[in-house]
């Protein structure tokens, strides 16, 4: 390819999206980017997560620096291929977002009553916002790029994808007019130099994996805050749900 695809894959929290970041970087064509906007939504926010201050002295904090460098920036080993992954709820209102546009843009989202549950349980709190589960941010980045380039970027239901990542992948990688790559299944375990300085606090079960785990269905019980963040965010999870990519068939509606 002429240009280097520059990939921006858009989830919220407690999805598959390292997983799939080592899938991605797992083809000899590709570079990744763990949560390159961490620390300066860290900075804007005021959020206060484990590590905050190691991951805004690791990172630029500076979001203009950080998405001059996605968008225009040599790609990190001039690779063919740049896998950038983002959370949704790091951007923050300050952000503008005609960068956006410049990347291919795919997004990840996993049913809001699954990411409730282990967000309460990653952090022992029940003290949880929608804009935690971060469906409210991907839903309004959704529509800005429909009514700013026209088109609709492909949705991947973690959960879906869990059943028959071959198949998700081959989709995607389809959509992208790229080859699909078979080492994007397996994986050596353990961290990579590419893994954020906040991965001691959140990848210990990425680090132990070697491939996508089967899906885990158990019964999900939730009350108080916790239920009503996830009522309130299961439309929002509908709607991109209705737009995700289908193996076999393409980009689908």
Known sequence: MDQ???????????????????????????AVSDEPL???WLSLSGADHPG?????????????????????????????????????????PSIDLDWIAELTNVFLIRRPDEVVASYVRARGTEDITPEDVGLPQQVMLFDWLEQNTGALPPVIDGGEFLADPEGHLRALCNWLNIDFRPEMLV????????????????????????????????EIKLGGRAAEVAEFCRPLYERLHAERLKPGRGHEI
Request: proline content about 9%; charged content about 25%.
């Open 4 to 30: 280097p695809l520059r990939i921006a894959m858009w989830s919220g929290p407690r999805n598959i999206s390292t997983a799939m970041m080592r899938a991605w970087e797992n083809r000899p064509d590709c």
């Open 187 to 218: 994986w050596p375990p353990g961290p990579r130099d590419s893994d954020g300085v906040w991965a001691k606090y959140w990848y210990d079960a990425v680090w132990r994996s070697t491939g996508f785990s089967a899906p885990k269905r158990h």
């Open 52 to 92: 905050r201050e190691e991951v805004m002295a690791a990172g630029e904090r500076d979001w203009r620096k950080v998405v001059t460098a996605l968008t225009c920036g040599p790609v990190p080993g001039g690779q063919a291929i740049w896998y950038q992954k983002h959370m949704c709820h790091h951007l923050d």
């Open 38 to 40: 961490y620390a300066a």
